[in-house]
Structure formats: C-alpha cells, structure tokens
C-alpha cells in the first residue's frame, strides 16, 4: 500500500507514541513495586531499573517531539501510565517487565517496518535505536532482582 510522506510519519509518530506509552506503564509498575519493597531493595530497583527506564522514555519523548517539531507535527504531551493491579512487588515487577518488553518489540517492528528510512531521518533512527538499547537489559535486570526477593 501506498503512503505519503506525511502518512508514514504520522504511522511513525503513533508507533513511536506507543512505545513511549508502554515505558510508562513499566514506570508506574516499577514505583507501585519500589512502595511495597524494604530500602535496600528498593533503593537498587531504582538503580537497576526505575532510572534506566526514566532514561529510555526520556530518549523516546526527545525522538518523538525533535521529529515532530522537525516535520510540522503538533507536540504531544504524554500522560503518565498507571500500573495495572497487583499486590506483590514480584507482580509489579513482572508487569513492568511486560510493558518493557512490548515497548522494545514495537520499537524493532518500527525498526522492521523501514519507515524511519523511507520517511524518517538518521536522528529518529538513532533515536529509536538508543531506545532500545536502554530498554535491552532491563528484562534480564529485572529477573535478577527478583530473585533476591524473598530472601
């Protein structure tokens, strides 16, 4: 199927968007688990995954607003997400994990897709890929984390 320009960067905005939308959603988690954790283990959830998720959103809203800015697309403002319920930091933590994760697969699929060459430029590619690579490890962070719950 054919697009314009300006059609595949509005597809490429919104995919973008839903990137940064589930990287909320783990952030939510993320501090609904640090409330529930003693210190120490909170105070290293934060550094393992809270800032390095706070990091990988921030670089999406910049990629998102620099390419929208760039080609005359209205800025966006980005609600903050809300966790879904759980009571055991292990749940929170575990939906965090699942939103990461759906945040990194849509960014490779946006990656996939070509769009961000066709109608894209190196900086909405570099963009999505230093996303990316934030959001790499934190899965793998995340199930070592847990397994010191408990102990």
Known sequence: MAYTN????QQLLDELGGAVDAIAIAIAALGE????????????????????AQAASG???????DFAT??????????????PH???????????????????????????SMLPVEVGDAEVRAGISETR???GPLPH????LERRLGR
Do not use: C, M, W
């Open 6 to 9: 300006a059609e595949g960067r």
């Open 33 to 52: 688990a640090y409330e529930l954790l003693d210190e120490q283990t909170a105070d290293k959830l934060e550094e393992l995954l809270f800032r390095p």
């Open 59 to 65: 670089r999406a809203k910049r990629t998102y607003g």
């Open 70 to 83: 760039k080609h005359g697309f209205p800025p966006r403002s980005f609600a903050p997400g809300s966790a």
């Open 86 to 112: 759980a009571h055991r930091p292990k749940d929170h933590i575990d939906n965090a994990v699942s939103a990461l994760e759906r945040a990194g697969a849509e960014l490779g699929e946006l990656q996939d």
């Open 133 to 135: 690579a934030l959001l």
């Open 141 to 144: 962070a995340a199930h070592e």
